[in-house]
T-cell receptor, first 114, second 113 residues
Framework: DAGITQSPRHKVTETGTPVTLRCHQT?????MYWYRQDPGHGLRLIHY???????DKGEVSDGYSVSRSKTEDFLLTLESATSSQTSVYFC?????????????FGNGTRLTVT | GENVEQHPSTLSVQEGDSAVIKCTYS??????FPWYKQELGKGPQLIID?????GEKKDQRIAVTLNKTAKHFSLHITETQPEDSAVYFC????????????FGTGTQLKVEL
């Protein structure tokens, strides 16, 4: 398995509270991604990073922010969680961000917003 | 943006039979098509990928074919085994600029004894 650790693995939180999910990699890969997985939607890209302090939005970025202060860590923050953000969140890494550099995924964080 | 459709959503086969999962994509600029296998409670794992300059790629019991003209690609699993039971996702990307993947909605494959 690629050296990707997501924490926490499970979290239950209340509507309106802030939540931060962490992705830690030991591969020194430049690119990191946050996806969410929902039934009937597959995986959808939230945000991605192409280097320290360099991030960009994906297709479902509303309500989420990210930060990357070190190569190995990529944080996803829900400033004020809503029930629609109940999902399984996956972090992925890629060495070069090109089609000769596949994405490898962590084992996910299951987030429930009540 | 890119749209990827995947069929069927569920597929049940007998052990030893072949399984085929099909995907279509909308953006003709897409040039990278990976397939992922996801087991319960785990993240998706890359099993095979193909680039647009290739029509077919094989790796033991799995193969992927790509038809750029029709904008569709397929995963073929031969001699299926119970451990092949999982959810399979296709995806597409334009490669450069972050290799951002657009995923299909998944196929639950069940291999029955």
């Amino acid at each position: 398995d690629a050296g990707i650790t997501q924490s926490p693995r499970h979290k239950v939180t209340e509507t309106g509270t802030p939540v931060t999910l962490r992705c830690h990699q030991t591969e020194n890969h430049r690119y990191m991604y946050w996806y969410r997985q929902d039934p009937g939607h597959g995986l959808r890209l939230i945000h991605y990073s192409y280097g320290v302090k360099d991030t960009d939005k994906g297709e479902v970025s509303d309500g989420y922010s990210v930060s990357r202060s070190k190569t190995e860590d990529f944080l996803l923050t829900l400033e004020s969680a809503t029930s629609s953000q109940t999902s399984v969140y996956f972090c992925a890494i890629s060495e070069r961000g090109r089609n000769n550099s596949p994405l490898h995924f962590g084992n996910g964080t299951r987030l429930t917003v009540t | 943006g890119e749209n990827v459709e995947q069929h069927p959503s569920t597929l049940s086969v007998q052990e030893g039979d072949s399984a085929v999962i099909k995907c279509t994509y909308s953006d003709s600029a897409s040039n990278y098509f990976p397939w992922y296998k996801q087991e319960l409670g785990k993240g998706p794992q890359l099993i095979i990928d193909i680039r647009s300059n290739v029509g077919e790629k094989k790796d033991q019991r799995i193969a992927v074919t790509l038809n750029k003209t029709a904008k569709h690609f397929s995963l073929h699993i031969t001699e299926t085994q119970p451990e092949d039971s999982a959810v399979y996702f296709c995806a597409a990307s334009k490669g450069g600029g972050g290799n951002k993947l657009t995923f299909g909605t998944g196929t639950q494959l069940k291999v029955e004894l």
